[in-house]
């Protein structure tokens, strides 16, 4: 999947920041925020994609960068936590089958569109759009006024149809992005995964960090979240896994302030790594969370600590998916 940001009218790779050439094509478009890209989102997604196979155009998800709540302020508790940095996003999204991952960079200006003109430049003019796949209630452009009707209106006169997918549930639920940050702030993490229809992703490189774990014969990784936004679940042990050179491995991630070792102000994110060895500063890993066992708890003890690490690891090794 190539992934491209458009800003003030030219497309850059993502990777490079390089100007690129993104010609007008006939596409089939998706257009969200997809935040978690959950289940909800996975089925519109994977619309657009079956979509694009069946008329042989190119598939196209729009989003935007930051996340336009962020830059809006319609969070009432503050800034806005998401589920999925950008390359967590891309990185869901390309398992979907997508092509182009097409990149809003979303400021007040880009705000202030209408939906008509966001339609017309950005999803017909600039990229082509003969299909748009959209849910049932998405809404865009300023104050989330277009959506379904805004799109049927414009349709016949310039030449794509609208594909409405209709809602998805889990049980009597609805799927959204609010509902799975209230049960990751709950610790309830296997819940979560079920409304995102994967495993929540946790992503950063390999740092320094003190050393502690190895002297009680744990030796961790630090992870450095790229940003502050990314919403960390309730503090405590999780099971988790991650890939390393082809390989998957176990985990078990503290998430937490490490009362016992450092005492930290802010909580840190770091993980034991079971059956494997090596220098792993300066990657990026990338942990699935899948499961949590216990609080953070602040113990009496080094040999308490390590006593009960023990016990932590015996349920990681014994843990089936």
């Not at 050439?21 to 619309?47: L, N």
């Not at 089958?97 to 003109?117: C, H, I, K, M, P």
């Not at 988790?240 to 802010?266: L, Q």
């Not at 300066?282 to 942990?287: P, S």
Request: glycine letters at 8%; aromatic letters at 8%; proline letters at 3%.
């Amino acid at each position: 999947m190539r992934i491209v940001i458009f800003q003030e009218s030219k497309v850059m790779d993502y990777h490079t920041g390089e100007e690129v050439a993104f010609p007008q094509e006939p596409s089939a478009v998706t257009v969200g925020s997809y935040d978690g890209v959950h289940a909800g989102h996975r089925k519109i997604i994977g619309q657009m994609v079956k979509t694009a196979s069946t008329l042989k155009l190119r598939s196209v998800v729009v989003t935007f960068e930051p996340h336009p709540r962020q830059v809006v302020n319609r969070d009432p508790s503050g800034r806005l936590k998401l589920l999925t940095l950008l390359e967590e996003k891309a990185m869901l999204i390309e398992r979907l089958g997508v092509g182009w991952l097409f990149v809003v960079r979303f400021d007040n200006v880009f705000a202030a569109r209408s939906s008509e003109s966001f339609i017309q430049e950005v999803l017909v003019d600039r990229i082509g759009a003969k299909s748009i796949v959209i849910g049932y209630d998405h809404g865009f452009g300023r104050d989330r006024k277009g959506g379904v009707n805004t799109l049927c209106s414009m349709a016949e006169q310039n030449h794509f149809e609208v594909n409405v997918v209709d809602e998805v549930r889990l049980g009597s639920e609805h799927f959204s992005s609010t509902r799975i940050r209230t049960l990751l702030r709950e610790g309830d993490i296997k819940e979560a995964n079920l409304f995102l229809g994967s495993s929540y992703l946790i992503s950063g490189k390999v740092v320094h960090g003190n050393k502690k774990g190895r002297k009680i014969g744990f030796p961790t990784v630090n992870i450095e979240i790229e940003s502050s936004d990314k919403l960390l679940p309730k503090l405590g042990v999780y099971i988790a896994t991650t890939v390393i050179d082809g390989c998957e491995f176990k985990a078990m991630m503290n998430i937490g302030v490490r009362p016992t070792v450092a005492a930290d102000s802010a909580p840190v994110v770091e993980a034991y790594i079971l059956g494997h060895s090596g220098d792993l500063y300066g990657k990026v890993l990338t942990f699935q969370l899948l499961e949590r066992l216990r609080d953070e708890m602040r113990f009496s003890s080094f040999e308490a600590l390590r006593e009960q690490l023990r016990k932590d690891k015996k349920s990681v090794e014994q843990y089936q998916k």
